[in-house]
T-cell receptor, first 113, second 113 residues
Framework: NAGVTQTPKFQVLKTGQSMTLQCAQD?????MSWYRQDPGMGLRLIHY???????DQGEVPNGYNVSRSTTEDFPLRLLSAAPSQTSVYFC????????????FGPGTRLTVL | AQSVTQLGSHVSVSEGALVLLRCNYS??????LFWYVQYPNQGLQLLLK??????LVKGINGFEAEFKKSETSFHLTKPSAHMSDAAEYFC???????????FGRGTSLIVHP
């Protein structure tokens, strides 16, 4: 199993550009999430999904869109990048039970100039 | 509702000394509790988790944590710190009906030679 994979590992954007961060998992997990990690802020939840076709907002959803057309994939779209979106982004997946472990991807380091 | 508080954003110990990272939780129903570790430039990975089977939980790399319901705590300990333990540690909680874990802000463990 590859687990949770993310592409790209690094990305530099200019203000106003759009892009999609890719996330895929091969563990047949129902739940998937996107977090951003900033110094001193811990992990902040952006969006999450509890199954194909079902998404919801987390703590900091503004400026981001998601969709979940398959169980495996959960892309994160930046609509019009801003310097405040410079961060490290993590995708995660887990099963549906409260006891299930959350598995994280390796992260995407995004810089917006 | 569920929440997690990690006391101390940074903990500094000498190599060979006891490691104690503090986590207190709030949950209206019996919780599942997790400790994750993040090494530099990597995603998070599971250290250990409490599933109600035993209050003292042993994890990887010599870490363990004890669930204390009366104190609503799940502190992480290791008898003897190693340089390789230097990392960011996150406590997380899920409880019945919650889809996504709630994470603490993280504690950075610094190990001095």
């Amino acid at each position: 199993n590859a687990g949770v994979t993310q592409t790209p590992k690094f990305q530099v954007l200019k203000t106003g550009q759009s892009m999609t961060l890719q996330c895929a998992q091969d563990m047949n997990h129902e739940y998937m999430s996107w977090y951003r990690q900033d110094p001193g802020m811990g992990l902040r939840l952006i969006h999450y999904s509890v199954g194909a076709g079902i998404t919801d907002q987390g703590e900091v959803p503004n400026g981001y869109n998601v969709s979940r057309s398959t169980t495996e994939d959960f892309p994160l779209r930046l609509l019009s990048a801003a310097p405040s979106q410079t961060s490290v982004y993590f995708c995660a997946s887990r099963g549906a039970r409260g006891v299930d472990t959350q598995y994280f991807g390796p992260g995407t380091r995004l810089t917006v100039l | 509702a569920q929440s997690v508080t990690q006391l101390g954003s940074h903990v500094s110990v000498s190599e060979g000394a006891l490691v104690l990272l503090r986590c207190n939780y709030s949950s209206s129903v019996p919780p599942y509790l997790f400790w994750y570790v993040q090494y530099p430039n990597q995603g998070l990975q599971l250290l250990l988790k409490y599933t109600s089977a035993a209050t003292l939980v042993k994890g990887i790399n010599g870490f363990e944590a004890e669930f204390k319901k009366s104190e609503t705590s799940f502190h992480l300990t290791k008898p003897s710190a190693h340089m390789s333990d230097a990392a960011e540690y996150f406590c997380a909680v899920t409880s019945g009906g919650s889809y996504i874990p709630t994470f603490g802000r993280g504690t950075s463990l610094i190990v001095h030679p």
